[in-house]
């Protein structure tokens, strides 16, 4: 399809963002971090991640006062291979950032290493992290836990987060594999993405209370903030396509991100409290680094990896296919498109950056204003 954006430069949406940032409070080498990790979804085309999600998660979050701007980074316990950490509602992305440094450097010297943060917030896009690892010539592995979305197979009650178990595998080729994806059919900001493009949600992602299949976007969203409808995991509704399989992994990263850190889970990750005023959801992250180096040597490991996924993309097609696609390869292939581009913005992402820019009078003028 093509694009009818507008595009504007990485250099100002980047630049941007960080300036809107610190605008409202938080640190400038924070406010790299936060712009980084928003870019970087873009950059691989996973829009429900990017600036779609600037303004709505992250500045009226701060504005709100359930998101703190200044984040408090607490290390609560650590061994010379684990790492837990308390970010007290600070910036998700901040006190990622900072634990995956801490354990990339930890693996470097041990062979593998692991982190869980608790009391946190949206951490943008998962493979950010596992990314981070996979620059270093190892091995990332991360999951989040986030408020209810998903209903447990035979059920209709939003109880688990979207909660994606996100790996990363350096190989020889331009690309790594990179696995990111929810244990649901689709992520709330999927459909966020369908509401604000005026797209309806495809029958069989959302289940209503009544059991039926939900197809209005707008209506979606607002009816998983008030529990009348859940996302369906992985799999679908019951158990006919193996939706068990969808609820389990979800499960697994449920327990992975609250457990680990003695944090919040399912209905205590909502954004009210008893009285239902607002409150921060108090999210929990983990994350796994592996140093090839200490098993098969990080160039024999990538070489490996390289040829399994050459092979599996050589494998005979299916009729009418002209290609068979790895994980993690279609990102890069949208990055060659768009690295001399910049990132297309929609007409309502526009709006949200313009509302932002005039609020705090900040110097900018997009290509789309005309």
């Known amino acids: 399809?093509?694009?009818?954006?507008?595009?504007?430069?990485?250099?100002?949406?980047?630049?941007?963002?960080?300036?809107?940032?610190?605008?409202?409070?938080?640190?400038?080498?924070d406010?790299?971090?936060?712009?980084?990790?928003?870019?970087?979804?873009?950059?691989?085309?996973?829009?429900?991640?990017?600036?779609?999600?600037?303004?709505?998660?992250?500045?009226?979050?701060?504005?709100?006062?359930?998101?703190?701007?200044?984040?408090?980074?607490?290390?609560?316990?650590?061994?010379p291979t684990t790492l837990v950490v308390d970010a007290h509602n600070g910036m998700g992305m901040v006190a990622s950032y900072k634990a995956m440094q801490t354990i990339i450097e930890k693996a470097g010297t041990y062979g593998l290493a692991a982190a869980a943060i608790r009391n946190s917030s949206h951490y943008g896009i998962a493979g950010y992290w596992a990314g981070m690892a996979v620059n270093a010539g190892m091995i990332?592995?991360?999951?989040?836990?986030?408020?209810?979305?998903?209903?447990?197979?035979?059920?209709?009650?939003?109880?688990?987060?979207?909660?994606?178990?996100?790996?990363?595998?350096?190989?020889?080729?331009e690309f790594p594999f990179m696995l990111d994806c929810a244990t649901s059919i689709s992520q709330r900001g999927k459909i966020e993405f369908y509401a604000r493009s005026?797209?309806?949600?495809?029958?069989?992602?959302?289940?209503?209370?009544?059991?039926?299949?939900?197809?209005?976007?707008?209506?979606?969203?607002?009816?998983?903030?008030?529990?009348?409808?859940?996302?369906?995991?992985?799999?679908?509704?019951?158990?006919?396509?193996?939706?068990?399989?969808?609820?389990?992994?979800a499960t697994v990263v449920e327990i992975l991100s609250a457990a680990l850190a003695a944090g919040r889970f399912l209905k205590a990750l909502t954004n009210k409290d008893d009285q239902g005023n607002p409150k921060p959801y108090q999210l929990g992250h983990f994350f796994i680094v592996v140093d090839p180096e200490a098993f098969s040597g990080r160039d024999t490991f990538k070489k490996i990896a390289g040829d399994i996924l050459r092979e599996l993309r050589a494998s005979e097609k299916a009729p009418g296919q002209d290609r068979i696609y790895t994980a993690g390869e279609k990102e890069w292939l949208v990055w060659q498109d768009r690295k001399d581009k910049g990132v297309p913005i929609g007409e309502a992402v526009q709006k949200e950056l313009i509302a932002v820019r005039d609020e705090k009078n900040l110097p900018y003028k997009f290509p789309f204003e005309q």
């Not at 399809?1 to 630049?15: A, D, H, N």
């Not at 408020?147 to 595998?169: D, W």
């Not at 797209?199 to 008030?226: F, N, Y």
Request: glycine share 12%.
């Open 198 to 249: 005026g797209m309806d949600t495809p029958a069989g992602m959302v289940i209503a209370r009544d059991g039926t299949a939900l197809t209005d976007s707008p209506e979606i969203l607002k009816r998983l903030t008030d529990g009348t409808a859940a996302l369906a995991p992985l799999g679908g509704i019951g158990d006919e396509l193996a939706g068990y399989k969808g609820y389990g992994y």
């Open 1 to 29: 399809m093509k694009e009818t954006r507008p595009y504007v430069s990485w250099e100002q949406i980047g630049g941007f963002m960080e300036d809107a940032f610190v605008a409202y409070g938080v640190p400038r080498e």
């Open 140 to 173: 990332g592995i991360t999951g989040t836990n986030a408020r209810p979305s998903i209903a447990p197979t035979f059920g209709v009650e939003n109880m688990l987060g979207t909660n994606p178990l996100t790996i990363g595998l350096p190989t020889d080729e």
């Open 31 to 79: 406010a790299k971090i936060c712009a980084d990790v928003l870019m970087e979804s873009d950059r691989q085309g996973i829009e429900s991640h990017g600036c779609n999600r600037f303004k709505p998660i992250y500045i009226d979050r701060i504005k709100a006062g359930i998101l703190n701007p200044v984040t408090e980074y607490e290390v609560i316990k650590e061994s």
